[in-house]
């Protein structure tokens, strides 16, 4: 799913729902036919299709601005309680994901910081891009891309511990660059955080 969910992270447009849900909807586009089952069923006629050069290229993608996280797409509660008889998508490739604007609940990498307390900490952005590390074990930041470049500079910090370890940096400082991006890396023990933290993540749910 790292794909269509890179995107999610990457698009970042503002919401301009009232009120936010628990769970958005994600397309592995990797996964998805294009066959359009999802898309019948959103109340919101929020799914479209992203056409390809040819019909096979073609897949599907969630405007997550808009999506209200009803699941239609994602299961069939009313039908049956087996639950491959639940999914709507024949190849599996939706996910509900926790929505990270949704602000009741702490995020999951808060207390694992241990710099200077600061006034506003990009903690949503923090989340979701350390989750977004955490599935492809490096990021790709526009340098004119300032929210990701201020996320960067806490994970390249030697910032965040367990209880009793010494500080480390979640990303290698060094980064890469590749088509404009700055390829920034997880370091050893900036993965293993990001998979304690994330792995069993209690906010996602399914596969
Ligand atoms: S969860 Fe609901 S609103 Fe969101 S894409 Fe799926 S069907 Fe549409
Ligand atoms: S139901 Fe699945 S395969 Fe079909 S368009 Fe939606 S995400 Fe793609």
Not at 161 to 181: K, L, M, S, T, V
Request: proline share 8%.
């Amino acid at each position: 799913m790292t794909i269509s969910v890179d995107e999610y992270f990457r698009v970042q447009k503002k919401s301009t729902r009232k009120k936010e849900p628990r769970y958005i909807a994600v397309i592995n586009k990797n996964s998805c036919t294009s066959c359009n089952s999802c898309a019948t069923v959103c109340p919101v006629d929020c799914i479209y299709e992203v056409p390809g050069v040819l019909p096979s290229e073609s897949y599907h993608q969630i405007d997550t601005t808009r999506c209200i996280g009803c699941q239609l797409c994602y299961r069939v509660p009313s039908e049956s309680t087996d639950y491959y008889q639940l999914v709507v998508c024949p190849w599996n490739a939706i996910d509900m994901l926790y929505n990270p604007a949704q602000k009741s609940t702490p995020t999951v990498l808060e207390p694992y910081y241990r710099g200077e307390p600061q006034e506003e900490m990009p903690w949503d952005e923090i989340e979701e891009f350390g989750y977004a590390l955490y599935l492809n074990e490096e990021l790709r930041v526009r340098p004119h891309d300032e929210i990701r470049q201020k996320v960067m500079d806490f994970f390249t910090s030697p910032v965040w511990a367990r209880n009793g370890e010494e500080p480390f940096r979640i990303c290698d400082p060094q980064f890469e660059e590749h088509d404009g991006y700055r390829l920034y890396r997880a370091t050893p023990e900036g993965l293993q955080l990001l998979i304690e933290v994330f792995e069993g993540y209690p906010k996602v749910f399914m596969d």
